[in-house]
């Protein structure tokens, strides 16, 4: 296994590479990778991102309740092992809660996405994202009142395209959030033009290219590229340190510094 990974690293001269399900393998083993990247890459100059996938949850309001989580994907992260995780407890905590379904407010939001700078390792660089090949689309979650999010199957009912720009709201909302927090922040493939589906398979539909976007889409697709424009050429938003500024249940001001 490490022997194919230096080797993908090196043959299609990769910037990182995300470990999958980390937990279900023997300790040892995202060290022993880190090391001997470190020691055939990194001793050159070469830094490689290793981001894991520790699957976890939200265990509701109280902090305390999410140590277990925490601790667990904290595990795996440091130095001579992984860079950063995937942040679940992040996502399970705000995604549909604020977003989607809007059950919690800006206040939850802003709390969670607190959590996240002091919980984890010291220097980690964590994922945080709205959207995975593990969940229904965030357009269909966002879709409210259809009812069929969740449907895997043709015999279920699927979800179709949404049709109204509160949707679309939603999912900008998610992205702009996303796009301005800290981080190495996962975009899922079409989320970027609102691809709807339902739970997997549903959600991995081909990428659909701009000649078949509507104007909703396309609409959205040039804002969340702003933002990605926007992050990438600002030191702050790609390194800075997130500060609120003002809290409230429906409005949330923060900045993102650096020094």
Same mark, same amino acid.
């Given at each position: 296994?490490? +022997? /194919?990974? #230096?080797?993908?690293?090196?043959? @299609?001269? %990769?910037?990182? *590479?995300?470990? =999958?399900? $980390? ?55 440091? +130095? /001579?092992? #992984?860079?950063?995780?995937?942040? @679940?407890? %992040?996502?399970? *905590?705000?995604? =549909?809660? $604020? ?40 357009a269909s979650r966002s879709d409210r009142g ?8 043709? +015999?279920?009912? #699927?979800?179709?395209?949404?049709g109204t720009d509160d949707t679309y709201d ?90």
């Open positions: 296994f490490i +022997e /194919d990974a #230096l080797w993908w690293l090196e043959e @299609f001269d %990769l910037d990182g *590479a995300r470990i =999958d399900a $980390v937990k279900h393998v023997d300790d040892l083993a995202a060290s022993n990778l880190a090391t001997r990247i470190n020691e055939r890459f990194e001793t050159v100059g070469t830094d490689y991102y290793l981001k894991g996938e520790t699957a976890m949850g939200w265990s509701g309001d109280n902090l305390a309740d999410n140590q277990f989580q925490y601790d667990t994907i904290n595990r795996y992260i440091g +130095e /001579d092992s #992984l860079d950063g995780q995937a942040d @679940f407890v %992040l996502y399970h *905590a705000v995604v =549909d809660n $604020v977003f989607t379904q809007e059950s919690r407010n800006y206040q939850h939001l802003d709390y969670w996405t607190n959590r996240s700078q002091d919980q984890y390792v010291p220097g980690a660089v964590m994922v945080p994202y709205v959207g995975s090949h593990d969940v229904p689309r965030l259809t009812g069929d999010a969740y449907n895997q199957w043709q +015999e279920q009912g #699927l979800p179709g395209q949404p939603r999912v900008l909302q998610a992205y702009g959030w996303l796009l301005t927090t800290p981080g190495a922040p996962m975009l899922y493939y079409g989320d970027e033009y609102g691809e709807y589906g339902g739970a997997d398979p549903d959600n991995r539909h081909m990428y659909r290219d701009s000649t078949n976007w509507n104007d909703r889409e396309s609409a959205l697709f040039e804002k969340i590229s702003a933002l990605g424009r926007l992050r990438s050429e600002s030191l702050a938003l790609k390194q800075g340190v997130y500060s609120t500024r003002y809290s409230s249940p429906d409005l949330l001001i923060y900045d993102m510094s650096h020094e």
